[in-house]
C-alpha cells in the first residue's frame, strides 16, 4: 500500500519464498526467462524470501543459453546504525548471495555489517572494498558513507567505488582501481535513494563499462538533482518527500555531468 517509512504504518503481506517460487515457474513455464541479460534486487524483508533468490538467479543463468546474466545485488539491511530487516539475513547475503553478484551496492551501514569493519576513514573503505571483493564481485559500490577525514564530514557524502580485474591474462593475480566522488548532503530523508542509487549504476556501468570515473559522475549527478529537486518542495508529510522521478525524466536520461568529479585514490 505504501513504503515503512509512513508514520502511520502500512498494509500488505511479507512475500515468503514459496510465492516468489511460484512467480519463477510460471514465467519459465512460458519461456519467459530466455532473454534476461540483468537481475537486480533490492529490499527483501524475510530468509526465506531471500534464498529464493538465490534459486531465481541460478535458474534465470541457466535458461540464458550461454550468455552471462549479470546481477546487482543492492543488500538492503538498514542504514544509520539500524537494522530495516532481521538481522538474520546478514549471514545469507555474505556466504550465499553476493558470492553470486557481480556488483553489491552496500550503504556504510550495510558494508560494515557485512564484513565487520567500522568504516572512518578511506583506508577503512579500501579494507572493506577488499573484503567485499574477496566474497566474489567484481565491483563494490559503497553508495554512501562519512569520511571521516574530511573537513567538513557532516555537510559531505562520499561515495566509493573498487572495481576489481585481473592483472594479466593469466588471473593469476589481481589489480583494484578504487575511485571516490563527493557531494553535498541535501537537508531532510528520502525513501529510496538506495534504490534508485543500485537502478542508476547497473545502467551505467552496462553503458559506460570500464569508465568508472565517468559511471560515478553521471551516477551522483542524477543523484544529487532528484533529491534536490525533490527537496525544493517537500514540506513536513512524508508523501512531500517521494522522490521526483517522473519529473527528473532529463536528469535520469541525460545526467548532468560533471556536477561533481569523481578522482581515482587507488
Given at each position: ?6 508514520p502511520?504504518g502500512f498494509?500488505?503481506?511479507v512475500?515468503?519464498?514459496?510465492r ?7 514465467l519459465q513455464e ?5 532473454n534476461?541479460?540483468?537481475v537486480?534486487?533490492?529490499?527483501i524483508?524475510?530468509?526465506?524470501f531471500?534464498r ?6 541460478k535458474?534465470v543463468r ?13 543488500p538492503?539491511?538498514?542504514d544509520?546504525?539500524k ?6 539475513l546478514?549471514p ?6 553476493i558470492?553470486?553478484a557481480?556488483?553489491?551496492?552496500p550503504?556504510?551501514f550495510e ?11 578511506m583506508?577503512?573503505?579500501r579494507?572493506?572494498?577488499d573484503?567485499?571483493?574477496?566474497m566474489?564481485p567484481?565491483l ?5 558513507m562519512i569520511n571521516g577525514?574530511?573537513?567538513n564530514k557532516g ?5 566509493v ?13 589481481v589489480q583494484?582501481e578504487?575511485?571516490?566522488?563527493d557531494?553535498p ?9 538506495g534504490?534508485l542509487i ?6 551505467w556501468t ?9 559511471v ?11 533529491i534536490?529537486?525533490t ?9 512531500s518527500?517521494?522522490l521526483q522521478?517522473?519529473q527528473s525524466?532529463i ?8 556536477l561533481?568529479k569523481?578522482?581515482?585514490?587507488f
Amino acid at each position: 500500500s505504501n513504503h515503512t517509512g509512513y508514520p502511520s504504518g502500512f498494509e500488505g503481506d511479507v512475500l515468503d519464498g514459496s510465492r516468489l517460487r511460484a512467480i519463477l515457474s510460471g514465467l519459465q513455464e512460458n519461456d519467459l526467462l530466455c532473454n534476461i541479460g540483468h537481475v537486480l534486487t533490492g529490499y527483501i524483508g524475510s530468509s526465506s524470501f531471500l534464498r529464493q533468490v538465490i534459486h531465481v538467479l541460478k535458474t534465470v543463468r541457466s535458461c540464458a543459453g550461454g550468455s552471462h546474466v549479470r546481477y546487482v545485488c543492492d543488500p538492503v539491511l538498514g542504514d544509520s546504525g539500524k537494522f530495516y530487516v532481521p538481522p538474520e539475513l546478514v549471514p545469507i547475503y555474505r556466504e550465499e548471495l553476493i558470492p553470486l553478484a557481480d556488483v553489491v551496492t552496500p550503504n556504510q551501514f550495510e558494508a560494515e555489517q557485512l564484513t565487520g569493519i567500522t568504516i572512518k576513514n578511506m583506508d577503512d573503505a579500501r579494507q572493506v572494498c577488499d573484503k567485499l571483493h574477496n566474497m566474489g564481485p567484481s565491483l563494490v559500490v559503497i553508495t554512501s558513507m562519512i569520511n571521516g577525514e574530511c573537513s567538513n564530514k557532516g555537510g559531505v557524502i562520499t561515495v566509493v567505488a573498487s572495481k576489481r580485474s585481473p592483472k594479466d591474462d593469466t588471473n593469476s593475480s589481481v589489480q583494484d582501481e578504487i575511485w571516490q566522488i563527493d557531494s553535498p548532503v541535501v537537508p531532510g530523508h528520502y525513501t529510496g535513494t538506495g534504490d534508485l542509487i543500485a537502478a542508476l549504476l547497473l545502467a551505467w556501468t552496462t553503458t559506460c563499462s570500464g569508465e568508472m570515473c565517468s559511471v560515478l559522475e553521471k551516477v551522483i549527478g542524477t543523484m544529487h538533482s532528484v533529491i534536490k529537486r525533490t527537496w525544493e518542495i517537500s514540506s513536513d508529510s512524508v508523501a512531500s518527500k517521494e522522490l521526483q522521478l517522473i519529473q527528473s525524466k532529463i536528469d535520469i536520461e541525460c545526467p548532468p555531468v560533471p556536477l561533481f568529479k569523481a578522482k581515482q585514490i587507488f
